[in-house]
């Protein structure tokens, strides 16, 4: 049996997700705001916006944070993430046809970015690593693939 993975996503990946637990509160606020009159119950609807940030930005962001583990070994790539459902995936290396590393405009202002996986099934990210982290990763992974296509 393969052993868990143990290596974490980066701290600051859980501002990362407070972030944008955030953003989708501020949407809710405005959308219940806008919607308020035409609901049944008026202001009792100002509440989910309320829930929306506890749970977006305080709960999810540790939780998703606590559980988010990952491993690169010589023959394959294991990932476990979740925040109810625990998802467990393993990728071998010679399916991996290449890699790289994206950055959107809140990874760029935290210092972080994400490897991007790709096979022929599709792509699989490790996301929310410290920027060079995050390109060493790519390299080791870029060079895994290379030797195991050797073989």
Do not use: C, K, N
């Amino acid at each position: 049996m393969t052993p868990e993975p143990s290596r974490h996503l980066s701290p600051t990946a859980r501002w990362l997700w407070r972030a944008q637990g955030l953003l989708a509160a501020i949407v809710a606020l405005v959308a219940t705001g806008a919607l308020r009159s035409e609901l049944p119950g008026g202001s009792i609807w100002l509440l989910l916006p309320v829930a929306a940030f506890l749970i977006g930005v305080i709960a999810v962001p540790e939780l998703r944070w606590r559980r988010w583990r990952y491993e690169v070994r010589d023959e394959e790539i294991d990932l476990r993430h979740g925040t109810v459902t625990i998802t467990r995936t393993l990728i071998p290396m010679l399916r991996v046809q290449h890699v790289d590393t994206t950055r959107g405009l809140l990874d760029q202002v935290l210092g972080l970015a994400t490897v991007v996986v790709h096979t022929a099934a599709g792509r699989t990210t490790i996301p929310a690593l410290d920027e060079h982290d995050a390109g060493q990763l790519r390299d080791h992974i870029a060079t895994l693939a290379r030797t195991a296509d050797e073989l």
